[in-house]
């Protein structure tokens, strides 16, 4: 009865009458607002940098101008402290008689907030693919201890491997094949060290990406223990590497990887010890979230959360001339969006029936980390936000006839997606690159982990192929007045309807069948 209910209420959600034409879209006012936030003055918005304090004072604002309440348990900021953690680049890998060097063979790091980390005489297994997925049958760790272990396994999963999509999602990737999920699966289980072993095609970009995303500091969350349950190791190793360990060894690595991507696969021990001390330096401080609330009416009580990164790169010593990551397309083009749409909502003659949580998160660069925050500390329960709408970067090249989905076939908000695109005359077109899994690597997954749909608006490089080659994480990300807003109208307008229409439903969009997280959805409808 529950799931007639249910469809019913879905049934009627679709097909609610022709609502009004929405409030018009500012082209002048969205501008300015990009142009702002993108601009030398808020220095690239590195996360606890002068930068993020112009940022929170613009944001914070910029509500209060439209009106718009704080978000977050009476304030307009949630606190987020977080630890800067720099690895020194003087560390060799040691596994059994083979040295690996740093940056050409394998990179490391650790989210402890420890001076040093070590790996000493640790028993390194081959687990092939590190997943434990009960709804595909699949369990690299059936009947193996790891506790103190290092670990090395693939990338991605074995859909990818077998291009068959009735093995995990075939060629899309799923929340398994990400990188993170596989750190924390090894920590569950109380492993030591995890190397994973890079490819470019099934990680969807080449070991330079990887190389130099583990110099620098990196930004990390950090519990009371100050993360002491983390890994020792967490880090990645190249293909031609682990072929050369493991023909040293006289284990052909191609074969043991096909064999990997196949049920009933046992993990490997390799009869080596790893070896690394690796010193670091970290730093505690803290950084914000930006939340606002626009109430509703008569069912105040559940909401929809719009939102976007508000964090860049900031700015970087050593970086010959323009030394500022302005971010403008990721994601200065993403905050303009929510504070646009944000204009509008308030611009209605009469508020939604539920409410509108407006989200602005830090560190999204770093690891969703302001998301993660945000979903472990929410204003509001989980089980009480209906939905999400994420921007993380928008069509600045003029008008679509299409809108791109990610995460194909995983939730009911994708027909209402489809439904919204086909009345401005325009298709739903599923990401081109499944087996990148970008699904899971932007802020509305850290809500999907807690059952929250949500959709992700983001048009990096689509429309600009020249955007990914030349500008995406560069200083030459930077506002260019020969940019076209009729994509970003398109979009806004899109994202605008759907928060209508489903501010004044009383459906609660499910993730579909096979989904990662319907359980947590489930649980939570039927609890309500």
């Given at each position: 009865m529950r799931t007639l209910i249910n469809g019913l209420l879905l049934s009627a959600s679709l097909t609610l009458p022709v609502l009004a034409d929405p409030p018009a879209f500012s082209e002048q006012q969205y501008k300015e607002y990009v142009r702002t936030v993108a601009s030398d003055e808020f220095e690239g918005r590195g996360p606890m940098s002068p930068g993020e304090e112009k940022t929170i004072q613009y944001l914070v604002q910029e509500l209060k101008k439209l009106g718009v309440g704080p978000g977050y348990h009476g304030d307009y900021v949630q606190n987020v402290p977080m630890a800067g953690i720099a690895a020194s680049q003087d560390m060799q890998l040691k596994l059994g008689e083979l040295t690996f060097e740093p940056g050409r063979d394998f990179v490391s790091r650790t989210l402890q907030m420890a001076n040093r980390t070590e790996l000493k005489d640790s028993e390194v297994i081959f687990v092939g693919y590190g997943i434990h997925a009960p709804e595909y049958g699949w369990n690299d760790y059936e009947g193996l201890d790891v506790k103190g272990k290092t670990l090395l396994m693939l990338v991605n999963d074995p859909g990818y491997a077998t291009q068959d999509p009735e093995v995990f999602r075939g060629n899309a990737m799923t929340y398994y094949g990400r990188w993170t999920y596989k750190y924390e699966e090894a920590i569950r289980r109380g492993a030591d060290g995890v190397f994973i072993i890079h490819e470019t095609g099934a990680a969807g970009y080449p070991w330079s990406v990887v190389e130099s995303g583990a110099t620098g500091t990196k930004f990390a969350?950090?519990?009371?223990?100050?993360?002491?349950?983390?890994?020792?190791?967490?880090?990645?190793?190249?293909?031609?590497?682990?072929?050369?360990?493991?023909?040293?060894?006289?284990?052909?690595?191609?074969?043991?990887?096909?064999?990997?991507?196949?049920?009933?696969?046992?993990?490997?021990?390799?009869?080596?010890?790893?070896?690394?001390?690796?010193?670091?330096?970290?730093?505690?401080?803290?950084?914000?979230?930006?939340?606002?609330?626009?109430?509703?009416?008569?069912?105040?009580?559940?909401?929809?959360?719009?939102?976007?990164?508000?964090?860049?790169?900031?700015?970087?010593?050593?970086?010959?001339?323009?030394?500022?990551?302005?971010?403008?397309?990721?994601?200065?083009?993403?905050?303009?969006?929510?504070?646009?749409?944000?204009?509008?909502?308030?611009?209605?003659?009469?508020?939604?029936?539920?409410?509108?949580?407006?989200?602005?998160?830090?560190?999204?660069?770093?690891?969703?980390?302001?998301?993660?925050?945000?979903?472990?500390?929410?204003?509001?329960?989980?089980?009480?936000?209906?939905?999400?709408?994420?921007?993380?970067?928008?069509?600045?090249?003029?008008?679509?006839?299409?809108?791109?989905?990610?995460?194909?076939?995983?939730?009911?908000?994708?027909?209402?997606?489809?439904?919204?695109?086909?009345?401005?005359?325009?298709?739903?077109?599923?990401?081109?690159?499944?087996?990148?899994?970008?699904?899971?690597?932007?802020?509305?997954?850290?809500?999907?982990?807690?059952?929250?749909?949500?959709?992700?608006?983001?048009?990096?490089?689509?429309?600009?192929?020249?955007?990914?080659?030349?500008?995406?994480?560069?200083?030459?990300?930077?506002?260019?007045?020969?940019?076209?807003?009729?994509?970003?109208?398109?979009?806004?307008?899109?994202?605008?309807?759907?928060?209508?229409?489903?501010?004044?439903?009383?459906?609660?969009?499910?993730?579909?069948?096979?989904?990662?997280?319907?359980?947590?959805?489930?649980?939570?409808?039927?609890?309500?």
């Open positions: 969350l950090v519990d009371d223990s100050g993360n002491a349950n983390e890994l020792e190791a967490m880090g990645w190793i190249q293909t031609e590497a682990t072929q050369r360990l493991f023909g040293h060894l006289g284990l052909d690595f191609d074969k043991l990887r096909t064999a990997a991507a196949q049920p009933g696969f046992k993990p490997v021990k390799l009869g080596i010890k790893a070896d690394l001390s690796t010193q670091f330096w970290n730093k505690m401080g803290e950084s914000r979230n930006v939340v606002g609330l626009i109430p509703g009416s008569s069912r105040a009580d559940e909401y929809i959360v719009l939102s976007a990164h508000w964090d860049g790169f900031g700015k970087k010593v050593g970086v010959k001339g323009d030394n500022i990551f302005n971010a403008a397309v990721d994601n200065a083009t993403g905050v303009a969006g929510v504070l646009e749409l944000a204009r509008m909502l308030q611009s209605r003659d009469k508020p939604l029936e539920r409410s509108v949580i407006l989200a602005f998160f830090t560190a999204e660069e770093t690891g969703l980390l302001g998301a993660f925050a945000f979903a472990n500390q929410p204003p509001v329960p989980t089980n009480k936000m209906v939905a999400l709408f994420n921007i993380d970067s928008m069509n600045m090249t003029g008008p679509s006839d299409h809108v791109l989905l990610y995460g194909k076939g995983l939730q009911e908000l994708e027909d209402w997606l489809a439904e919204a695109a086909a009345k401005q005359d325009r298709t739903v077109k599923p990401d081109s690159q499944p087996q990148n899994g970008l699904f899971f690597r932007s802020d509305h997954f850290a809500l999907a982990q807690k059952g929250v749909p949500g959709l992700l608006f983001m048009d990096l490089g689509s429309s600009d192929p020249d955007y990914i080659a030349n500008r995406y994480h560069k200083p030459s990300d930077e506002f260019l007045e020969s940019w076209q807003y009729g994509g970003v109208k398109q979009d806004l307008t899109l994202i605008y309807r759907l928060t209508e229409k489903l501010g004044n439903s009383d459906a609660w969009p499910k993730w579909k069948a096979g989904a990662e997280f319907k359980q947590i959805r489930e649980d939570d409808l039927a609890a309500r």
